[in-house]
Structures are given as C-alpha cells and as structure tokens.
C-alpha cells in the first residue's frame, strides 16, 4: 500500500475503486467495504484506494470537542497495510477544505485527481460542505460525471450497526468484549514508559507507566488484562486505569505490572493490547485490601486466559 499525503500528489493515470471517510478503528463494517472495493478493483483491473482526512473534521469545526479517537493516523495506516489496498490518500483538513460543495469534491477530486470509476461508500456516509452529500446527491453526481456508486449494508453485532460511535462508547462504558468483537481486533493503544512513583513495586507488583497520546480513546477506568508488547516480544499483565483512589490520587495513571517480567523499560515505547474488562477501579480501606483483589484480579485473568485457550 502507498501512502499518498495529499490528493494533489495523486498521479496514476489508471481508474480507481475508491471509498472515503475517516475508517476510526478500522472495524468490521469498514473491512467489509474494503473488501469488496478490492474484489471490484481487481475484476475491473483498476486500483483501489481509500480516501481519509487528518485532522479528524471535528477537530477543526468542533473546536472544544472531546471526540477521542480509537486510532490515531500512524495505526491506522498499520491496520490498512494488510488489508490488500493500493492506496492510502490523506487530505489534510482545515476550514477552507471544509467549505468545498458535495459537487466540487465530486468534480474536482474524485472524478478529475483520483480517476474514480466506482465509488464504494457504507450505509450512513455523508461528505462535504455541512455533511451535504449523501447517497441520493452522490447517485446524482454519479449520473452526471458517469462513475459507479455502491452503497452497502451496515455490518451488524448483536442486531446493532457496527459504527466507530458505537464501539468507542462501549470502551467508556467497560464494555471491551463488545469493542473488540465489533472491531475484529483487540483494542490498542501505544505510549511511552514515563517515571511513577514506585509504588506498585512496594506492594510487590513492579508497574511501569504509559503517556499516551492526548486524542487517543483511553477505556474506562479499571482493571484489564492486558498483552503488552515492546522490542518484538510480547507479554501478559495487568493495566490499572485511574486516579488510585486507595492514595488519594488526583490524576489518571495508567498502569501496567507486566506478568514474568524484569528490567527498566523506561523511555521504551510499548503498545498494550485489551484482551479482558475485569474490575472497576476500587477504593481500599487498607493496602492490604488492594494487595488482595491484585492477587485476584491475576487469578481471574489467568482463568479467563486458559478458558480461552490464550498462552
């Protein structure tokens, strides 16, 4: 997959198979339209490409938006990669570009930069100036500049429409068997081991902490199992997610006590896969009480692993 930095710098002369839109998490509505985009590419001996904007558009419209996204541009394009596309086009976004009419992006962009002999969108897109183009404007400019529209279905989880909404208000409500599911993935998120303040190595389960980036979705507060990754090796542990409640904390921290594991990680970057929801965060009258659910919450999470047949 080639990764193009803006529709102007688009140059193959060949037709494309294009969708469009922001592809949040990558879920399994959204690999479904790929899917079929390629299958199309390929019988018609086109390109395919997928068309994504940076920043997300309510960061620039919403300015005071707390929209946190499930993943941020570098992942994004990770999960593409191997999903069998030619192309990844990222249009940068401000507020001029937002004021471009459904017919100018139409006319200008898709028909006249990228070549689009067939459009693939999903069941609920919308695009351009003041969310203007919809499937019936679409099907209109279809007609007029002589391109194929293809509109699927929405991808359903328990009788629900997958959506990025939907998945990232299940990661705040704890709901991480249902993200990941929808998803077709486990839920991830990438940081820096920053310095703590040791207090989890007093208590016998040596942590280290994450800084992650500010717009990326952070889950619920509590207690996960985890599978950490760093160097090219791959562990199990514990994340704890919140303000430590039993010390007082004021801040959100984010924890993790990495299972068969020694040595200073400090500085390394480490990606944390969610694998299990297992407790809120809890409030202890005694350090000996949050010892105790430790060692339990590491007994649970190894049943809930043998259960599912993970090593």
Do not use: C
């Amino acid at each position: 997959m080639k990764k193009i930095l803006n529709i102007s710098l688009f140059s193959d002369q060949k037709k494309t198979v294009l969708t469009l839109g922001m592809f949040d998490g990558v879920h399994k509505g959204h690999r479904a339209i790929i899917r079929r985009l390629n299958d199309i590419a390929a019988e018609k001996g086109a390109k395919s490409g997928l068309l994504t904007f940076d920043p997300h558009p309510r960061f620039v419209l919403q300015k005071d938006s707390d929209l946190k996204l499930l993943t941020l541009e570098h992942e994004k394009e990770q999960i593409l990669d191997g999903l069998g596309l030619d192309y990844m086009i990222v249009q940068p976004f401000d507020f001029e570009f937002s004021r471009i009419s459904s017919l100018a992006f139409v006319r200008d962009y898709l028909v006249k930069k990228l070549n689009v002999e067939v459009l693939v969108i999903g069941h609920d897109h919308h695009f351009g100036r003041n969310r203007e183009g919809n499937f019936e404007k679409l099907s209109e400019l279809a007609e007029l500049y002589d391109f194929q529209l293809l509109q699927l279905d929405a991808i359903k989880e328990v009788d629900k429409p997958v959506s990025s909404t939907k998945i990232r208000n299940a990661l705040f409500n704890g709901d991480l068997a249902y993200a990941n599911d929808a998803l077709g993935y486990n839920y991830f998120m990438s940081g820096t081991v920053i310095k703590g303040d040791g207090i989890g190595r007093k208590l016998g389960f040596p942590t280290i902490n994450l800084k992650v980036a500010e717009d990326k979705l952070v889950p619920k507060d509590g207690v996960y199992g985890v599978k950490v990754k760093f160097n090219k090796h791959s562990y199990l542990g514990l994340m704890s997610i919140g303000d430590r409640p039993t010390f007082e904390g004021k801040d959100k921290r984010l924890e993790v006590f990495i299972l068969n594991f020694e040595g200073n990680l400090y500085t390394e970057d480490v990606t944390i896969e969610f694998l299990y929801y297992i407790r809120e965060q809890k409030k202890f009258a005694e350090v000996e009480g949050l010892i105790d659910a430790m060692h339990r919450d590491e007994t649970e999470f190894n049943h809930w692993l043998e259960s599912n047949s993970i090593k």
